[in-house]
């Protein structure tokens, strides 16, 4: 089984992290986004696909970015 590669980034619904998530997805990579909001996410980069996973995360909560890991490993 070849393992894929999936690209996380964190505040990604506006500046650096929207950029690179943007640019990550034009070439092809596969993506999941965090932001507080996850329809902030999804009105600046677009729905789920198969490429991307729009997810809403608090990086300051434990359980909260563990259920985020889990939601990954589902979604690629």
Excluded: C, Y
Excluded at 4 to 17: C, E, H, I
């Amino acid at each position: 089984m070849k393992n894929k590669k999936v690209w996380l980034v964190t505040g990604a619904s506006k500046g650096l992290g929207l950029s690179l998530v943007n640019h990550l997805l034009q070439q092809g990579h596969a993506v999941a986004a965090t932001s507080r909001k996850k329809q902030s996410l999804i009105e600046a980069v677009g729905e789920e696909s198969e490429n991307f996973l729009p997810l809403q995360m608090d990086v300051v909560t434990e359980s909260n970015v563990l259920e985020g890991k889990e939601q990954v490993l589902r979604h690629f």
